[in-house]
């Protein structure tokens, strides 16, 4: 819309028709410039390059805080071979504790079950004598 405004204006400027004068010297250079970067062809725009943290980071090693937990355990048992004894015998505790607590979550949900099954028949019973 500019380049016909721009034509527009250029064509219609006929102040000085004579081919020699200054004017229309500049303006036939400016229509000619004009029409050139009209057919060209419009730059690339340079295409930004999206680095991603995976790639910035790949190759370097990062100590997390589990990585840097495990190096200090395989340290301490390491200088202190009574502690590697006294871990897993705290471990094994632990795990029999959760092991229980499983156990006893199962067992009352079994006697949840029986008490559910109990109440059920008791109604079922209750609504036989009250329709016979």
Request: net charge positive.
């Amino acid at each position: 819309m500019l380049r016909n405004l721009l034509f527009d204006k250029l064509e219609t400027d006929d102040t000085d028709s004579q081919l020699g004068s200054p004017t229309f010297i500049k303006n036939d250079i400016n229509k000619e410039e004009i029409e050139a970067k009209m057919f060209e062809n419009p730059k690339p725009k340079r295409a930004k390059n999206k680095v991603m943290a995976k790639q910035v980071f790949a190759n370097i090693s990062l100590n997390t805080a589990g990585f840097q937990w495990k190096s200090d355990q395989d340290s301490k048992i390491k200088i202190n071979p009574t502690f590697a004894h006294q871990q897993q015998n705290y471990l094994n505790k632990d795990r029999k504790m959760l092991e229980k607590r499983r156990y006893g979550k199962v067992l009352k949900n079994r006697a949840m079950e029986k008490d559910l099954e109990i109440r059920n028949k008791r109604l079922d019973r209750e609504l036989k004598n009250d329709l016979f």
